[in-house]
Nanobody, 122 residues
Framework: QVQLVESGGGLVQAGGSLRLSCPAS????????MAWFRQAPGKEREFVAV????????RYGDPAKGRFTISRDIAKNTVHLQMNSLKSEDTAVYYC???????????????WGQGTQVTVSS
């Protein structure tokens, strides 16, 4: 089991930026994909972005395209989410997840972090 702990959330004004981090422990990540999801109050959890650890291949959900960037620091076993041009509708709890993808882009997520709150004020 991979253990995940998100950090970097907070309060930011619209148009600002935040960088979320999620160090992973417990397993070698070479066979994993790492992703970010988010959940706003009263809404379902939403896919934000995913990165294949071994190759760096990425995919983004519609809310993230053009504004967010997912990356990985292999030496630190950490996945990041750089969020720019933030909007009030980006307000949510952001979750880090780890999973396997035997048939990309199909993914089975097996580990989740506790989440970090991002609040964007307008």
């Amino acid at each position: 089991q991979v253990q995940l702990v998100e950090s970097g959330g907070g309060l930011v004004q619209a148009g600002g930026s935040l960088r979320l981090s999620c160090p992973a422990s417990g397993r070698t990540l070479s066979n994993y994909v790492m992703a970010w999801f988010r959940q706003a109050p009263g809404k379902e959890r939403e896919f934000v972005a995913v990165i294949m650890w071994s190759t760096g291949t990425t995919r983004y959900g519609d809310p993230a395209k053009g504004r967010f960037t997912i990356s990985r620091d292999i030496a630190k076993n950490t996945v990041h989410l750089q969020m720019n041009s933030l909007k009030s509708e980006d307000t949510a709890v952001y979750y880090c997840a780890a999973g396997r993808s035997p048939n990309w882009p199909s993914i089975i997520y097996t580990s989740w972090g506790q989440g970090t709150q991002v609040t964007v004020s307008s």
